[in-house]
């Protein structure tokens, strides 16, 4: 047995230098993609692109850009709908954690519930999610309808809701959609803060349940889930799919601004349109940044209340800690009546308002619906498979290739792969389809297949590296010891002990996949269609019916993904027969 | 006085040890011992209100004769030291102190009680460190006082010594009984030097069948 541990570290030493060769040509895939698309967005930006004509660097762009009519609404609305949005969905969350979840471990009865719930708002598109709390809010959508059983309604009322011109319709699906994200990035940071012995340290002392977890689980809690908080944030700034159906139509917001300007079919229109990219990356960097100034101020601001000794919330924190909790409450349920919508729309005979109701149930829409549906189905599916294949493969080797680095090389290694999440994804997009386009390549199946797997992978990284680590490694040592070699012990031992984790990994992959709007519009090069590209598409039409068959599929395809990881995670967890 | 009458913990419907009665009385330190498994940290778990699912605690638990099962776990006002010394990873040693402190009357007295508590312990001017940067002993030490300045009314151990090396183990053993004279204090350990010190009586956990008595 020591002679065959001393062989392995012999191996490993021996393999060390090509393993951190491999894994650094992993790293540099999300490090170069970014930083080309970053270096061809700013030299377009100054007007230098000579496949596009232009050959001397000036400012023309963003003189055509500040021409631009609603730049500065478009901007406001973008910022207003982030900075609403994310403290609400920062706070339902943690709200919601404290309340449900505050050991990180679910109870049964009414929390776990109201987990189902959040995981399965987790889990929804976000176009999907969109178009669905289109159809609830809008002035002849169902909210109305609902209220019409108990008031008098009889026209839609006159409001501009969705779409409204301060972006909140667009901040109110955002903290829709956020809240479940935060909240199970929460989750799973809990498990590693040792909560439960601090809880019933903090009651031992004396404090009420409640206040114990905000003072002595919430602060750290948080530093460890900034990542997401910082992702959900970056997303807030550049979700096309959600503002193309709940934000302001004319101007839209930037991230919408910058798509269309590159479908403009003359090409000098690419070079404001760099600027423009340059400009969300610049608006997101320093939104990121005031949200660290806030960070550290409200930081500042709350430390003295650790060390104030006082047990009990007062009255008012109390009170507002119910009308938060009624808030989360009532984001759960709007959500999932959004959802709900959409099935409902697409089997709805007829459906005249203000009935609460449709006339139960027409296949007429699917009817229609299927010829057409079938060819965005397939690419989506190959698209997802794909991708989740190439992801799953590079998580692979990326964690099994940096067992051997050191603590720092690992976390850097992270940050880069998490990168595409934080960065502007409309900057470096663009700047990659620029590159693209003076290649003379237009976009296609691959490069957006390889702009999904970008997006992919941090997600499938994230989800196999704890089990990963935790998965005891005597297995890997006694297999080692019976002689087998290192890659059989990978596929032999490693792998299959890990199956649920690799197969919820997968499913996160193709629902990631099954979800892009941006990187599928802008790689696709207008050729290929996916559920997500042709839902906003053909919610434009006004087509409830129509918008609800392809809602319901794209939801349906990513929630069955979600089903067989949880349907092989279960059977592989069941000891196999000696 | 805290008294135990006839406590017992039940996993799946069966008893872990057989029901259990003492009476602690201040500066009568009581000793819990078993082996591990034996249901000591259930037992602490439940007196303090804070039992996992999945167990449940019978029998009657009094201080000063008055029962505070019916109270939740943050007004039982039992306070507990575990084996590990649990100080708040993300406040400063005084800030955990504070912690522990009542509130009130005002920033300047808060500070000079927890200057002076940090002082009696051979601690001085250690407010400001943070936790990460103490030896295990000063760590301990922290605790305690964390412990003792939230005012509790009585004082549970669980196991607090055993991951103290030998010679800091005696000096933060007699540390905690010396400070706590006035407190009642059930101690639950493994180790018979534990008891030695504590003094006081021992009862011995064992599952279904009746305690032994030791002293």
Known sequence: ?578 | MLELRDVAIRRQGETLFAPLSCQVRPGRPVTIMGPSGAGKSSLLAWLTGVLPAGLAGEGDVLLDGVSVLSLPAHRRRLGILFQDDLLFPHMSVGENLAFGLPPGPDRNTRRGRIDQALADVELPGFANRDPMTLSGGERARVALLRVLLSEPRALLLDEPFSKLDLTLRDRFRSLVFQSAPHLPVLLVSHDPQDSVAAGGDVLELRPNERHTRIR
């Open chain 1, 1 to 578: 047995m020591a002679e065959a541990l001393q062989r392995l570290d012999a191996h490993r030493l021996a393999g060390s230098g090509r393993s951190q060769i491999a894994w650094l040509a992993l790293v540099a895939v999300p490090a170069l993609a970014i930083f080309s698309g970053l270096v061809f967005v700013l030299l377009p930006a100054f007007g230098y692109f000579p496949a596009l004509g232009g050959t001397s660097l000036s400012l023309q762009p963003w003189r055509d850009l500040i021409a631009y009519p609603g730049l500065a609404s478009a901007a406001r609305a973008t910022v207003i709908s982030a900075f609403v949005a994310m403290p609400i969905a920062l706070g339902l969350a943690m709200l919601m954690l404290a309340w449900i979840a505050p050991s990180s471990t679910v109870r049964t009865g009414f929390p776990l519930i109201a987990a189902r719930f959040l995981s399965w708002l987790l889990a929804t598109p976000h176009a999907a999610f969109a178009l669905g709390l289109a159809f609830l809010v809008a002035p002849s959508g169902w909210l109305v309808r609902i209220a019409a059983l108990v008031l008098p309604v009889d026209t839609p009322p006159d409001l501009l809701i969705p779409r409204d011109p301060w972006g909140l319709s667009l901040a109110a699906g955002l903290v829709l959609k956020e809240m479940p994200f935060l909240f199970f990035a929460g989750l799973t940071a809990l498990s590693q803060l040792d909560a439960p012995r601090m809880l019933s340290l903090g009651a031992g002392l004396g404090y009420q349940p409640g206040l114990a977890w905000f003072k002595l689980i919430a602060p750290r809690l948080y530093a460890l889930i900034r990542l997401p908080v910082y992702a959900a944030l970056a997303y807030a700034l550049s979700a096309v799919d959600m503002a193309l159906v709940l934000g302001p139509a004319t101007p839209p917001t930037l991230a919408v601004l910058a798509v269309d300007l590159t479908h403009d079919p003359d090409l000098a229109r690419r070079f404001p349109a760099a600027a423009l990219a340059l400009l969300h990356l610049l608006l997101t960097l320093s939104a990121l940044g005031t949200w660290r100034v806030l960070e550290i101020v409200i930081a500042r601001a709350l430390r003295p209340m650790l060390a104030d000794g006082v047990r009990a919330p007062a009255p008012a924190v109390r009170w507002s800690m119910h009308v938060g909790r009624a808030l989360a409450l009532a984001s759960i349920v709007l959500g999932a009546l959004a959802i709900l919508s959409l099935p409902l729309w697409s089997l709805a005979a007829v459906w005249r308002f203000p009935d609460a109701v449709p006339d139960c149930c027409s296949l007429a829409a699917w009817r229609r619906a299927l010829p057409e549906l079938w060819l965005p189905l397939r690419d989506s599916l190959t698209i997802a498979f794909t991708v989740t294949l190439l992801a799953l493969i590079g998580a692979v080797a990326w964690l099994q290739l940096e067992r051997d680095l050191s603590h720092r090389m690992r976390q850097g290694g992270r940050a880069v792969a998490m990168l595409p999440l934080i960065v502007s994804d409309v900057a470096f997009l663009m700047g990659v389809q620029i590159l693209l386009l003076g290649l003379g390549f237009g976009g296609g199946w691959l490069p957006t297949a390889l702009s999904h797997a970008l997006f992919a992978f941090p997600y499938v990284l994230l989800a196999l590296a704890d089990p990963w680590n935790r998965l005891d490694p005597r297995y890997e040592r006694s297999a080692l010891c019976l002689g087998a070699s290192p890659w059989r012990v990978l596929l032999r031992v490693r792998l299959p002990l890990l199956m649920p984790a690799l197969a919820f990994a997968a499913a996160l992959g193709c629902a990631v996949s099954l979800s892009l709007y941006l990187p599928t519009v802008l790689m696709g090069g207008g050729r290929i269609a996916t559920l997500a590209t042709e839902a906003i598409a053909l919610s434009s039409g006004g087509d409830r019916r129509i918008v609800g068959v392809y809602g319901t599929t794209q939801a349906l395809v990513i929630w069955t993904g979600f089903f067989v990881a949880y349907w092989v995670g279960r059977r592989a967890a069941r000891p196999a027969l000696a």
